[in-house]
């Protein structure tokens, strides 16, 4: 698993994008990564275009920065969720919002950039 934090597209923006499987034994360095950034940053973006595989627990650090984000008042974005994952989401009852600008967001996080900032 392989997770590339890019700051930007402004001053307290950061975007995530993880790559390669997300499951129990790559979640602990994956929780720590998301919590630093919901922490260290105003708005993140989560990239999961090139997520291969996610199981539960993959799930559960997703909310979990959710959770998080929304505790400290940091703005979240789920984007380019992979097929297999949005299944394994309806399958575990894991709540999605469609948005128009971002595809289907984990547990209600979406929220939006202004236009034509969106990373």
């Known amino acids: 698993m392989d ?10 923006h950061a975007v995530m994008k993880l790559t390669g499987e997300l499951d129990i034994s790559t979640v ?23 997520l291969a595989f996610c199981d539960c627990s993959g799930i559960g650090a997703l909310v979990a920065a959710k959770n998080s ?3 400290r008042g940091t703005h979240l974005i789920v984007r380019n969720i992979p097929d ?5 989401l309806h399958i575990t009852g894991t709540p ?6 971002t595809g289907l967001a984990i547990g ?7 236009q034509g900032t969106a990373a």
């Open 3 to 12: 997770i590339t934090t890019t700051a930007g597209p402004g001053p307290g």
């Open 108 to 114: 209600g996080a979406a929220r939006h950039f202004p």
């Open 28 to 50: 602990g360095d994956i929780r720590a990564a998301l919590a630093a950034a919901v922490t260290a940053y105003r708005q993140v973006v989560i990239d999961l275009a090139d």
């Open 96 to 101: 999605l919002t469609a948005t128009p600008d």
């Open 69 to 71: 984000a929304a505790r």
């Open 84 to 88: 297999h994952l949005t299944r394994l």
